[in-house]
């Protein structure tokens, strides 16, 4: 059987997209994006979608390494205050949920980080830290309403359909933030299993 334009022909192609992707990252966004995690009193991540998704994975690893995180959305979420930090996951930075929650953070005096594929943007603007991913998606201003739209239009541009490359590259960069912070605070592995639940 061929595997021209099959499942690993398409697996290699995402990986080959990411490594150009994290080719083209910055160091110093990526110093900065640390720098304000580490100093951050508690963290809290939000996106749309499934950006959210993998805002939630990288809020359970903050937690795993000993951060106070939190997902805006939970009931259990406390009011975010000036020494916190708001991560929002948005390709194109223009959701109108999380931009609106990024203002109220911004004006409580929180630190405003963004995971995009568009720092020229609502949320970019306000935004202390930028981590740019690009990606080959379409113009969308917001993404919560992208798949409606996709499914009407019937039109995708990427190879990977409605964003895949920015979420699937925004996950692989926030485990690789994990690694990295583990390296800077000595923390082990064996740290992070004993944060895991153990209730399931």
Same mark, same amino acid.
């Given at each position: 059987?061929?595997?021209?334009?099959?499942?690993?022909?398409?697996?290699?192609?995402? $990986?080959?997209?990411?490594?150009?992707?994290?080719? &083209? %990252? #910055? =160091?110093?966004?990526?110093? !900065?994006?640390?720098?304000?995690?580490?100093?951050?009193?508690?963290?809290?991540?939000?996106?749309?979608?499934?950006?959210?998704?993998?805002?939630?994975?990288?809020?359970?690893?903050?937690?795993?390494?000993?951060?106070?995180?939190?997902?805006?959305?939970?009931?259990?979420?406390?009011?975010?205050?000036?020494?916190?930090?708001?991560? $929002?996951?948005?390709?194109?930075?223009?959701?109108? &949920? %999380? #931009? =609106?929650?990024?203002?109220? !953070?911004?004006?409580?005096?929180?630190?405003?980080?963004?995971?995009?594929?568009?720092?020229?943007?609502?949320?970019?603007?306000?935004?202390?830290?930028?981590?740019?991913?690009?990606?080959?998606?379409?113009?969308?201003?917001?993404?919560?309403?992208?798949?409606?739209?996709?499914?009407?239009?019937?039109?995708?541009?990427?190879?990977?359909?409605?964003?895949?490359?920015?979420?699937?590259? &925004?996950?692989?960069?926030?485990?690789?933030?994990?690694?990295?912070?583990?390296?800077?605070?000595?923390?082990?592995?064996?740290?992070?299993?004993?944060?895991?639940?153990?209730?399931?």
């Amino acid at each position: 059987m061929s595997r021209n334009g099959g499942v690993l022909d398409m697996m290699r192609l995402m $990986a080959q997209k990411i490594q150009s992707i994290a080719d &083209s %990252i #910055a =160091d110093e966004e990526v110093d !900065a994006f640390t720098h304000a995690i580490l100093s951050a009193n508690r963290i809290y991540v939000m996106g749309a979608g499934r950006s959210g998704l993998v805002a939630k994975a990288f809020a359970m690893r903050l937690m795993h390494l000993g951060f106070t995180s939190f997902v805006v959305g939970e009931t259990i979420t406390p009011a975010i205050e000036k020494n916190d930090m708001f991560i $929002a996951f948005s390709g194109s930075g223009n959701t109108k &949920s %999380i #931009a =609106d929650v990024a203002q109220t !953070a911004k004006g409580i005096g929180s630190t405003i980080g963004l995971i995009t594929s568009n720092k020229d943007s609502t949320i970019g603007i306000i935004a202390d830290v930028i981590v740019v991913i690009e990606s080959q998606r379409d113009a969308v201003t917001d993404e919560s309403h992208e798949y409606d739209i996709r499914q009407m239009m019937g039109e995708h541009k990427s190879f990977a359909p409605l964003g895949t490359i920015f979420e699937t590259t &925004s996950m692989v960069f926030s485990d690789a933030l994990v690694s990295h912070i583990m390296e800077i605070t000595q923390t082990s592995e064996g740290e992070l299993k004993k944060r895991h639940t153990n209730i399931e």
